[in-house]
């Protein structure tokens, strides 16, 4: 009657191994450790790079536990912090600037248990300490950039469609003066067809003949999304250079943007990348030899600059003007791909301002070259510089040269990460320390310890047997808990911790429910093998019900919550399951093994 076949066991069995492999790298501390990257692709982190940066350490005193090369980038463990922040210093005078040297925890989960998949949870900010950010958006610039390619595109348009007009731009709208009624109802067709979302009121009379173009309110929403959303990817783009786990970038409100960077703790260097641009500048090259010859030999002549043009072979030098024809704020957006000789390149979109410099710039230097700059950091480097053999409009830009397609990607999400939407401020700035974060874990773990401990003394007061195999069945539900955290790499937070000291709570009240029930028939003159059965089964209905109910309002909180919510909210419904798990299933299966095997039981003790 109260026995579970050997397969029901086996998987209990089954499910309390893998709750210990996968909950066991959390009692590992991380290490700290420096992470170095290529600030470029073509910046190639290898193991001439790991003997420079263990050389520099040896001539500087430090001591390293180890090095290792992981993707284009490598790492290396330090026994402390003080040893990692010196070190850092360290590296990154040894490297220059042409790599990315952050700071980062290394897990020290043992070898056989990460080849099982085994990791520790990944800890949230106020956990694992790191910086804060809450960035304004300017929504009022976002919306005149787009009023400006309005006006861009309404000036195209009659041009192509040979309709004179006079266009201007006010604030956020967008006015084309135009001659009499019939150029005003042309103009009014062409422009209600590239620009359909647009607003057009037309003002006609005393020879005033004009077309007003604003911006629905529907529209000024999205264009305010947008730019929020756009935005975000940049700093995403951005932040992933850092090699920080577990970023979190999102919209808070309608105009700003929340940037948490767990295990970052060098707040000026975060700011760095996350306000970091690359930009590209069109230059014309000078190809005079003699001028070129005077400036490799150190005399650059005024107006000129000497810089490095990546080739194949290698980097070569380049005379080009100081003087810059087109800068980076005018590109729309920049894609990978490839040119007619199926070589990689990049394909930049420039606006309207930027298309018509371009074909400007075309017409009057065809035969001469001219520069692609790209500049980082005050850093300019030549991507490419070709040939110009024909005036080139359309406001389509292609660049290509010696560039491999990891160039070309790595070029073109720099361009892109350098074009926000509309520019932002740090509204916000907080630092949280590690020893800070590391206060939380214990003042979270000690706190759910406690509250443990109360709820087994007072089961085992209670409910004698009975409540050791709920306070056995409690201990395996944080096991399976700690093990899915872990498992699904979900972030925990401070609230998450709050959370699994509730999901206790409430998975005792399971165990408190099917021991009344057994209690119950007890009373009521039952057998002890009936009264078990009866008392499982009868209390199953009641814990379904709570259960799915708190559920709902979990997947509630996870599905429209966010930030700390969202963490409370996945920590309480994996809790809500791992709880209905051990609370019947396994602590059945306990008792079961009390009583089940015996002949005769004349009492049961709850």
């Known amino acids: 009657m109260n026995r579970y076949p050997i397969w029901k066991n086996l998987i209990i069995l089954v499910a309390v191994a893998a709750g210990l492999v996968y909950t066991l790298p959390n009692i590992y501390d991380p290490s700290p450790a420096v992470q170095v990257s290529g600030a470029r692709s073509s910046v190639k982190v290898d193991t001439a790079t790991l003997d420079q940066v263990e050389k520099a350490l040896a001539a500087a005193n430090i001591p390293l536990e180890g090095g290792f090369l992981e993707g284009n980038g490598l790492k290396v463990r330090f026994k402390d912090t003080d040893t990692q922040f010196k070190a850092r210093s360290t590296i990154e005078h040894a490297l220059g600037s042409n790599y990315v040297v952050a700071l980062n925890l290394l897990p020290n989960t043992p070898s056989f248990l990460s080849s099982m998949g085994a990791k520790p949870m990944a800890l949230g900010l106020d956990l694992q300490g790191g910086v804060h950010f809450t960035m304004e958006v300017d929504m009022k610039a976002a919306i005149d950039k787009q009023a400006e390619r309005v006006a861009g595109d309404v000036r ?41 979302l647009m607003q057009i009121a037309a003002r006609s009379g005393d020879n005033n003949y004009r077309l007003i173009l604003t911006f629905s309110d529907a529209e000024r929403l999205r264009i305010q999304n947008d730019a929020v959303k756009q935005n975000i990817a940049t700093l995403h783009n951005r932040v992933n250079e850092l090699g920080t786990t577990e970023p979190v970038i999102q919209q808070q409100g309608a105009d700003r943007i929340i940037v948490q960077l767990p295990g970052v703790q060098d707040t000026a260097r975060a700011k760095d990348i996350i306000g970091r641009t690359a930009t590209l500048e069109v230059r014309m090259v000078d190809d005079d030899p003699g001028r070129f010859e005077a400036a490799l030999g150190g005399n650059v002549p005024a107006g000129y600059e000497l810089l490095d043009e990546l080739d194949a072979s290698g980097n070569r030098k380049i005379l080009v003007k100081k003087d810059v024809e087109l800068t980076g704020e005018n590109i729309n957006d920049a894609q990978a791909g490839f040119d007619d000789q199926n070589q990689p390149a990049v394909h930049i979109s420039l606006d309207s301002v930027g298309g018509n410099i371009f074909r400007l710039l075309t017409a009057e230097n065809i035969g001469k070259r001219m520069a692609m700059v790209l500049v980082e950091k005050g850093n300019a480097q030549v991507v490419t510089a070709p040939v110009i053999r024909a005036e080139i409009g359309g406001g389509k830009v292609q660049i290509s040269g010696s560039m491999t397609t990891a160039d070309a990607n790595d070029t073109a999400l720099l361009l892109r990460a350098g074009s926000l939407a509309a520019p932002m401020t740090v509204a916000e700035e907080r630092t949280i320390g590690p020893s800070l974060g590391k206060e939380n874990i214990q003042k ?33 539900n944080v096991l399976f808990l700690i093990a899915l955290l872990s498992l699904l790499q979900a972030t925990l937070t401070l609230p998450g911790i709050a959370a699994i000291a509730l999901t206790l709570g409430m998975a005792i009240d399971s165990n408190v429910l099917i021991n009344e029930r057994v209690r119950e028939e007890i009373r009521n003159g039952v057998p002890p093998q009936s009264a078990i059965k009866a008392g499982y089964e009868h209390a199953w209905a009641t814990i379904l019900d709570s259960n799915v109910t708190t559920l709902i309002a979990g997947v509630a909180l996870l599905i429209f919550g966010s930030g700390a919510v969202r963490g409370f909210a996945v920590v309480h419904c994996l809790g809500i399951m791992t709880s209905m798990f051990s609370a019947v299933v396994v602590s059945r299966a306990l008792v079961n093994l009390i009583y089940g095997y015996r002949r005769r039981v004349t009492s049961l003790s709850v």
């Open 156 to 196: 195209r348009e009659l041009k192509d469609k040979k309709i004179r007009g006079l266009i201007k731009r006010t604030g956020d709208k967008v006015e084309v003066q135009l001659r009499d009624e019939e150029t005003l109802a042309a103009a009014r067709t062409a422009i209600e067809r590239v620009l359909p």
């Open 444 to 476: 979270g773990f000690h706190s759910t310890l406690y509250g443990f401990l109360a709820v087994v003394v007072f089961m085992v007061i209670y409910y004698r047997v009975f409540g050791i195999t709920a306070s056995v069945a409690l201990g395996a």
